[in-house]
């Protein structure tokens, strides 16, 4: 009989364990998150900007311990839409981060994308990385002043070369044009999807000048291939021996910024949960290391001043889209 009560009680405190297992499964969801295992989704193709940066933070991450297993996906197109479209079909998900920047916000201003960064969740700005306009060494071209008086002659005949249309590069030859006079809409700018065939048609004199990210091309001026007129930061960057347009009485600046969004509807708790794995991620010795190797500026942001950031570049690209003519 003695028996028999312990193997009652026995199998009654082994289904009480099963249910409190199940119910607190059930309240978790039964999903990853975010610190177990983080996904980076990078809206290009491997060897890209946007990939760098997201491989750059899964290192970081790893590293340090703050994600225990954080992966990359790659989602290549259309200037990073394509990316942000198939993200914003997973709301509430709580696992994964969507690599942005400047970009994506000039690529869905320009191919009018019905999804926007409405529609995401801003996480952190970590980021900024500047444009510098090169010519070849051998160009009549010596200062930004040479480049810019022809230009404005003869702006059909004095090509500029970049990345997509909507890009950077592309949105800055726009801006540039406004500033010195030029109308934007008489650019000549030509688009190339690779830096390798932007940098090709440059150095053959297939483009008069290029429009190009200064980690680009930094190896060839360097090498003396080519040579830097202007670039577009706020000031002269810390090793990096190029004058600003600002300095050179032209009153442009453009940074190429990089950062993560989470996708639609997630909770309070999850934004915060994002908000403090990046933190962390920024304040490593990694980190630290992957800015000034890449020539990056930290310009880190999150909350509401990331928010007004985000507000003010979208109507900045709007307007310049609008001034092209696209």
Avoid: C
């Avoid at 975010?34 to 290009?44: D, E, G, V, Y």
């Avoid at 249309?165 to 000549?188: C, F, Q, R, T, Y």
């Avoid at 908000?275 to 500026?297: F, G, H, P």
């Amino acid at each position: 009989m003695k028996l028999n009560l312990r193997s009652g009680a026995f199998a009654l405190v082994t289904a009480l364990i099963t249910v409190l297992a199940l119910i607190n499964a059930a309240s978790s969801g039964g999903t990853a998150t975010a610190r177990s295992k983080l996904t980076l989704i990078a809206p290009a193709a491997p060897g890209g900007g946007w990939d760098g940066f997201a491989r750059e933070s899964q290192q970081a991450l790893r590293g340090n311990g703050i994600v225990n297993n954080p992966q990359v996906v790659n989602v290549p197109g259309a200037g990073g839409t394509i990316g942000l479209s198939q993200f914003v079909q997973t709301p509430g998900r709580e696992d994964a981060l969507l690599v942005t920047g400047g970009v994506m916000i000039g690529a869905i201003e320009l191919a009018d994308n019905p999804e926007s960064m409405a529609d995401v969740v801003p996480i952190a700005k970590l980021a900024d990385d500047y444009a510098a306009l090169v010519v070849p060494a051998d160009s009549e071209f010596q200062t930004l002043d040479d480049f810019l008086a022809a230009w404005i002659q003869n702006p059909g005949g004095t090509s500029i070369g970049g990345g997509s249309l909507g890009s950077i590069d592309h949105l800055l030859s726009g801006l540039l044009a406004k500033e010195v006079g030029l109308d934007p809409k008489l650019v000549n700018y030509v688009a190339y999807s690779g830096g390798g065939e932007a940098l090709t048609s440059l150095l053959s004199h297939t483009t008069a000048a290029g429009m190009s990210g200064y980690n680009e091309v930094a190896d060839q001026i360097e090498a003396g291939s080519l040579r830097a007129l202007a670039i577009s930061s706020e000031e002269r960057l810390d090793g990096v021996d190029v004058p600003t347009f600002k300095e050179q009485g032209v009153d442009v600046a453009m940074s190429n910024w990089r950062g993560v969004v989470a996708a639609p509807g997630i909770s309070d708790a999850a934004r915060a949960e994002f908000t403090a794995i990046i933190t962390e991620m920024r304040e490593t010795d990694d980190w630290k290391d992957t800015l000034a190797r890449n020539s990056w500026t930290d310009s880190f942001a999150t909350g509401e001043e990331l928010e007004e950031f985000i507000a003010g570049e979208v109507a900045t690209a709007r307007e310049i889209v609008k001034d092209l003519g696209l």
